[in-house]
Structures are given as C-alpha cells and as structure tokens.
C-alpha cells in the first residue's frame, strides 16, 4: 500500500490510500479530498499512513458501502421515537448508499448536501450530514470524508409586527378573559411569562 497526496485542478488537495491488485494494477483503496492546505493534506496522508503500519486500515474488499453501514446505524439506534426523523434524514443519503466509503470524498458529499438543502431545507442537510458522520464513524476505521462539509446555513426569520388594524381586528376574536392581556402584549411587546410575573408596582400609571 502506498499513500500519496495529490493536487487537483481546482487548487484543492487529495490523500489517496492505493494498492496494487493481484493483477499489478494499482487501484485507490480510501480518498479524502478538499484540502486547501497541503500541510493539511499531509498531516492525513501521515495518519493513514500511521494507520496502514497498525493494521487499522481495511483494504477495499473490507470497505463496507454507505448504504451497510447506514443500515447497522439505524439497527444501533434501535425503535426509539425519534428513529422515525433519522430514517427521513437517511433517506436523503440513497443517491451515494452503493458508493464505498473508501471510494466517496467530501467533495461529493458535499455537492450531495447542497442538494438536499435546496430540495428539502438547511436542516435537513443538517441532520443527513451528522448522521452520516456518525454511521461512518461507528462501522469504518478509515478516513471518514464527512469532516470540512458544512450544509448552507438557514436563513434568519424576520419577526413581523401586528399593524394597529390588525391588532384591533384580532382583539375581538380573543376571550374576555385573556383579551387584556393579548392587549397588553400587542402595546407592549411583553412576553406572556413577563405579563405573568407583572405587580402593580411595576406599572407607574403617573409617567
């Protein structure tokens, strides 16, 4: 096995793990890429190697694919009720699940996560992205190319403000019991646990 860092037309470093077959060929075993450091791209080509020397690293007839390794994860996590948002999350994974994970880069995940994050929102990109990363650290002892992919940030919500009209088109439709309070939080901005906790000393009706 022989591990060699290379760099790509887009300026970007890869680390890829090679060996040669029984037929002198030599085939890439692992792959990381995305490095815009070469210095960042040798310090992996060093823990590879390092894991190589221990015995550590499987070649590619030991590579389980995406797809296996997102099964045993699902199978970890067991019937709890929050399996039922993973397996959504996971399902947004199937279009690399018979990729080797030895034979995907960040690259890719990444072009994967923007994907889902114009299809189906940030968050959802998110989670894909995390439980991904988990499921591969959990059954692979190689290079796990999820580190340095990071889903496009949701945009901020704006808070829009009742206007006067709608404040007295809305009050109406209130009971009589809660209609001062809602009142009270339309004049003042008040949060309820606030209006709550008020005392009559916290109200100068003289100012």
Request: glycine share 8%.
């Amino acid at each position: 096995m022989t591990v060699v860092v290379e760099k790509r037309p887009n300026g970007t470093y890869r680390v890829r793990l090679k060996a040669k077959g029984a037929d002198g060929k030599w085939r890439v075993e692992q792959e990381a890429g995305g490095f815009t450091s070469k210095d960042d791209a040798r310090a992996e080509a060093k823990r590879l190697k390092a894991l190589v020397r221990s015995g550590k690293l499987g070649t590619r007839t030991d590579t389980p694919t995406i797809g296996k390794l997102l099964d045993s994860y699902k199978k970890f996590i067991g019937e709890r009720p929050s399996v039922k948002n993973v397996v959504a999350s996971i399902e947004h994974l199937k279009p690399i699940a018979h990729r080797e994970v030895g034979q995907i880069d960040n690259l890719e995940i990444a072009r994967l996560v923007e994907v889902i994050a114009e299809k189906s929102g940030p968050n959802a990109a998110k989670k894909a992205r995390d439980h991904l990363r988990t499921a591969i650290s959990r059954g692979f002892k190689g290079a796990n190319p999820t580190p340095g992919v990071k889903p496009p940030r949701a945009p901020k919500r704006k808070h829009r403000v009742l206007t006067a009209k709608e404040a007295r088109a809305l009050l109406p439709f209130v009971s009589d019991t809660h209609r001062d309070l809602f009142a009270m939080s339309l004049l003042t901005g008040l949060r309820p646990s606030e209006l709550a906790s008020m005392q009559t000393h916290d109200v100068d009706i003289h100012e």
